[in-house]
């Protein structure tokens, strides 16, 4: 069963409320190539990942670099099809939502984001417990 999380900022000003968990090998390897941009509220959250590319995209994306406390390290805008980014050492999980779908104003670097399970915690993955539990 795929695992979905609702990004917020600390403030409680709504990233995304459907981001599916990228936690198979996969999910992971494909994330949104190839694929219509998700609905309103949707975006992919790939953990334990340092850079992501954006080949085979066919939208831009906007995409946040998280630290292993859900701090966000920082945020790209507005990434076109073809690009490769990487985030650095402190990278430990990377956000991709459609571009423009983030507020003007959030996320910020240094602004921590809580993740929260939209779906009953009895089908939630171990990595996503422990990054429920650090918010």
């Not at 695992?3 to 494909?30: C, I, K, N, P, S």
């Not at 080949?55 to 670099?65: E, H, K, P, T, W």
């Amino acid at each position: 069963m795929m695992q979905h999380v609702v990004v917020a900022t600390e403030e409680g000003v709504l990233l995304a409320d459907r981001v599916t968990v990228a936690d198979r090998f996969g999910l992971r390897m494909l994330g949104l190539a190839w694929s219509p941009p998700p609905e309103a509220g949707g975006g992919l959250l790939i953990p334990r990942c340092r850079a992501i590319h954006t080949f085979g995209m066919r939208y831009a994306l906007d995409i946040v670099f998280l630290d292993a406390s859900c701090s966000v390290i920082r945020v790209e805008r507005d990434v076109r099809p073809g690009r490769l980014l990487v985030g650095g050492r402190l990278a430990a999980s990377i956000l991709e939502v459609p571009a423009g779908r983030l507020p003007a104003s959030h996320p910020r670097p240094g602004e921590r984001l809580n993740l929260r399970a939209s779906v009953p915690v009895e089908d939630a993955g171990p990595y996503l417990f422990d990054q429920i539990a650090s918010t």
